[in-house]
């Protein structure tokens, strides 16, 4: 019995190379132990943090709150680590990077915090006239990349990694990449021109040649369009900095152009009618704008080949693609009432053939 209380003994103070179990299952408990007070952390301290929030009237501490919710899960976890270097007798080399693991642990914890904030900050500084959503979604997506660049810095530095030699020696390699990847830098470069230029903005409908659907989002290499098939297209940004871009989303006003095609037998007196009646229907109508700039303009333009022609153009308020054309619609109808109440038609291409004489036979 003694021998084997010995044993045990012995298993116990050896442990796991030198470390004797006590310290091992003692560190274990305290990650454990982390582990469920990071739990606590969210489901109880968070979500009364939560509540104090909702009370005030700004959004902003709502979104920093949502944002900071995995660092601050973090920290009991490092706080964890920590105490795990104090109970286990490591020394030298291991200790060494026992502890900078713990080092480069906090500063994830800090960065990780920060990276998370830049989100709410910049939605609290949109209403700024200059901060557009593509604006804000770079500087964003910019300010997060520095952010991670230089906590890698700090955390590589913690280690004994110096960044200056590391950096020159990306060098000629970094020359190399750059002349392979002359794309990538002219899509960056029309990106920050199509935003600079404001040309369009996520939301905005685009017609671009064959692309015609919703602008998504301006990423730094591509733009994702949504057709109104809901397929999304990813096109490079060169491609939409060098072609004719139709921005509906910056339209003021709709605009309606016909040109409408009446039979040669009516007369003027019909032909004042319907005009006279289509103007006042556009007139008194609370769909059409018809001041200033916008007023309507109805006229007998032209005798055509087989018919006269009446010009119609009238202006709508900024509306989507179906309520202007269902405006159109019961434009359309009024019209055709209009002209068959004139004793008028409307005129088709014809031409008019005429025999000087006949074949005796």
Same mark, same amino acid.
């Given at each position: ?33 982390? %582990? ?37 899960? %973090? ?5 964890? *680590? ?51 959503? $593509? ?161 309507? #303009?109805?006229?007998?333009?032209? *005798? ?8 119609? #153009? ?15 619609? $019961? ?31």
């Amino acid at each position: 019995m003694d021998d084997f209380i010995t044993l045990i003994t012995d298993v116990w103070n050896r442990g796991f190379f030198g470390i004797d179990l006590g310290s091992i299952i003692s560190s274990l408990l305290v990650i454990l132990l982390a %582990l469920l007070f990071r739990g606590f952390i969210i489901s109880i301290v968070i979500k009364a943090l939560a509540k104090l929030a909702d009370k005030t009237e700004s959004n902003l501490d709502d979104e920093i709150l949502n944002a900071l919710r995995r660092p601050l899960g %973090l920290i009991p976890i490092t706080i964890a *680590l920590y105490i795990c270097t104090l109970i286990l007798p490591l020394s030298g080399l291991v200790g060494e990077i026992a502890t900078n693991t713990v080092k480069a642990f906090v500063v994830f914890t800090i960065f990780s915090a920060l990276a998370n904030s830049i989100k709410p900050i910049f939605e609290a500084l949109s209403t700024s006239s200059w901060l557009t959503v $593509a604006i804000q979604m770079w500087l964003e997506r910019a300010s997060k990349f520095v952010v991670w660049v230089i906590g890698a810095a700090v955390i590589l530095d913690i280690f004994g990694i110096q960044i200056g030699p590391l950096i020159a020696g990306l060098g000629l390699f970094s020359v190399a990449v750059a002349l392979g990847a002359q794309d990538l830098f002219k899509n960056l470069i029309s990106g920050i021109l199509i935003i600079g230029e404001g040309r369009f903005q996520p939301g905005d409908r685009i017609e671009a040649g064959s692309i015609h659907g919703i602008v998504e989002s301006i990423g730094f290499r591509s733009t994702i369009v949504r057709s109104f098939d809901s397929a999304p297209m990813l096109i490079p940004n060169k491609d939409l900095s060098d072609v004719y871009v139709t921005n509906h989303g910056e339209m003021q006003n709709r605009r309606i152009n016909w040109k409408i095609n009446l039979i040669y037998s009516t007369s003027v007196d019909q032909l004042e009618q319907i005009r006279n009646n289509i103007k006042d229907y556009i007139v008194n109508s609370d769909s059409f704008l018809s001041d200033g700039e916008f007023q309507p #303009v109805i006229r007998i333009v032209e *005798l055509g080949e087989s018919s006269i022609d009446l010009l119609i #153009v009238a202006y709508a308020p900024k509306m989507g693609f179906a309520p202007f054309n269902e405006l159109k619609e $019961a434009l359309i109808f009024q019209i055709m009432n209009i002209i068959k109440e004139s004793g008028s038609d409307f005129a088709y291409p014809s031409t008019s053939l005429y025999v000087e004489s006949m074949p005796k036979d």
